[in-house]
């Protein structure tokens, strides 16, 4: 199987840019399992237009505006949405045409267009239309606030599904119910190979602590969340500050990817 995913965020160690980790995540699982996987994205100062990430997944950066220095809009780490400046709302529209232009380029390889987010899904619409292939979208969260509910709606109505990759939370439940498509609900467990053992270091710090209460904080670490939208993510470093003077007992463990 051939797939192309679509999204406007993804990860280039090369210059320290961690955002849309959890989409290379995805691709690289899609190509573990058989399929041939082309990444679609658009190009970011400093990252390679073309590059081979995994065995048999490769992405492709495309070039939204001339001079390639004139290209803002997309900064290392921080979402598009939280550009603010004239000159990167300037940007958005170029950025949208090259990437719908694009997608209709490779389109007519993919048997399955995977858009991350619903405006790549939207920009997706014309090669759905006229090439036959088709959409599976996965909406993030940004887009269902920022974009219009109609909008989104009527993006839900015409993809060929959507993947609940939510489960049964409350939230995901009323967002189900507000947006009609052909949901596809994922495995809740999924079975992998890669050993599970905790890390040397990690395991030798709690051996020399028996007794210990552990706290596993779980979550994806990300500047955006807590500049942009106050997430307390930090505020368990801070209760260790508090704590430590005073009993040693416990050890706070986090695990998640990010920014390093």
Known sequence: M????????????KINHFGGNFVAGEAVAYAKNGANVVVLTPHIKGAAKKEQIYENVNVIRFQYLWPEFAQTLLRPNQPIYSQKSLLSLFQVPFLCFFFAINIFRHAGWADIIHSQWTLSALLALPSKWLRRVKIVLTARGSDIRLLPLWLNRFIHNKVDGAIDCFGP????????????????????????????????????????????????????????????????????????????????????????????
């Open 2 to 13: 051939k797939i192309l995913i679509c999204t406007f965020s993804f990860p280039a160690p």
């Open 169 to 260: 939370q409350s939230w995901n439940e009323e967002y189900k119910k507000n947006f009609q498509a052909n949901f596809i609900t994922l495995p809740l467990i999924v079975h992998n190979n890669s050993s599970a053992k905790m890390p040397a270091d990690l395991k030798d710090t709690l051996d020399k602590k028996p007794g210990t209460f552990v706290i596993l904080y779980v979550g994806r670490f990300d500047y955006a969340k807590i500049k942009d939208h106050n997430l307390p993510l930090l505020d368990l470093i801070h209760a260790i500050n508090i704590i430590s003077p005073l009993r040693n007992d416990f050890h706070v463990v986090y695990l998640g990817d990010g920014e390093a």
